[in-house]
């Protein structure tokens, strides 16, 4: 007879009294409904006042499948790693399910995430951003901008608009995909944790799934949620960790050179589309530098014949930036005046910016 997939969820909890033996009650009613895997939970608490721990072990004596640990409060990402590497090498699990412990988290949506493991995902996110989902309607307005704009920070940041919600902490997720990007994650706290997780899975080329999630604010017990920290630690990351930031931050630069070898050239007599395309050129010598170290450091050549023909065919790719700008500049100038060459400048990047990304990762710095 095959084995049933193991399934546990992983509750970290800190003072939720209140809540506890709620979720768990609920979670044990779904259970029942679902005959095809073997449900356990793993509460994680953090030594709570409160007698969580109490409220925990009492109910470990009406369900066999209930385990408790408990540490240090070290915040969300610490617990949820303590709970996943006991659930992976104490309850072999298969499938980690992670979940608020205070009500937010509709278990009767369990299914739909295994039908999506089922199908071919390896982690499920359950998604407020989509159609079928919604955050509280009576959140403050503050959260729910803290809320929106952080998720769209992070989406168009990282440039993967494909997942709605990144923030959210209802997730199914395949043992395996724990086990591969678990090295460093420790390092990252609170709500940044859950993106974290999720950014490495998908730089692993894991299948990422979504399930519409209508998400209940607590009624029982304090939020964990700080809105000015959420913001900057999601600013943080995405500087460090995107590459597409990194590459605006070099584009910075290598407009400054432009600007400033564009002036140099027409100074020195030459027509501005010229002067412009002279510029460029020492654009793309300082552009490549800090892309190749900087921007795509993962995927760079660091010396040799390799870094040689990386740098030609990057001036094979920039000749179309080159001729784009030459273009723009060269015709603004010819009907409006020379005195308009920055303004056509700046005008060219509209079209030079998103090409140039683009083809960067295609052919220069491609996986």
């Not at 003072?15 to 768990?24: C, P, R, T, Y």
């Amino acid at each position: 007879m095959k084995k049933k997939p193991r399934v546990v969820f992983i509750l970290p909890t800190y003072n939720e009294v209140d809540n506890i033996s709620l979720v768990i009650e609920q979670l044990q009613n779904v259970f029942t409904s679902i005959s095809s895997y073997t449900f356990s939970i793993l509460v994680v608490d953090d030594k709570s006042p409160d007698n969580t721990a109490g409220i925990v072990n009492k109910l470990g004596k009406k369900y066999s499948n209930i385990e408790l640990i408990t540490g240090e409060k070290q915040g969300l990402g610490i617990a949820y790693i303590r709970g996943m590497k006991y659930a992976e090498s104490k309850l072999h699990a298969d499938i980690f399910f992670s979940m608020d412990s205070d009500l937010s988290h509709d278990p009767s949506l369990i299914p739909q995430f295994l039908r999506k493991i089922e199908q071919g995902s390896d982690i499920v996110v359950g998604a407020r951003y989509i159609p079928g989902g919604s955050i509280p309607a009576d959140w403050a307005w503050q959260r729910k901008l803290f809320s929106i704009f952080g998720n769209l920070i992070i989406r168009f940041g990282l440039m993967i608009p494909s997942i709605h919600d990144w923030s959210s902490g209802y997730r199914a997720i395949k043992v395996e995909v724990f086990k591969n990007i678990v090295d460093g994650l420790d390092k990252y706290k609170g709500y940044t944790f859950q993106m974290a997780y999720l950014h490495r899975a998908l730089n692993a080329k894991y299948k990422v799934g979504e399930v519409p999630l209508n998400f209940v604010d607590r009624k029982h017990g304090e939020s964990k949620f700080i809105p000015l920290e959420y913001i900057s630690n999601v600013l943080l990351y995405i500087l460090l960790n995107s590459s597409f930031v990194k590459f605006g931050v070099v584009g910075v630069v290598g407009f400054t050179v432009n600007l400033i070898g564009l002036e140099v050239f027409y100074r020195l007599g030459f027509h501005p589309g010229i002067a412009a395309a002279f510029g460029a050129e020492f654009a793309i010598v300082s552009n490549f530098m800090f892309n190749n170290f900087w921007s795509f450091s993962h995927k760079s050549i660091k010396r040799g014949d390799g870094l040689r023909m990386k740098f030609l065919r990057f001036n094979g790719v920039a000749v179309g930036a080159i001729v784009i700008q030459a273009l723009i500049v060269g015709i603004g100038t010819n009907m409006f005046g020379v005195d308009t060459r920055f303004l056509f400048l700046l005008l060219s990047l509209i079209l030079i910016v998103p090409y140039s990304y683009v083809m960067y990762n295609r052919i220069i710095w491609k996986s």
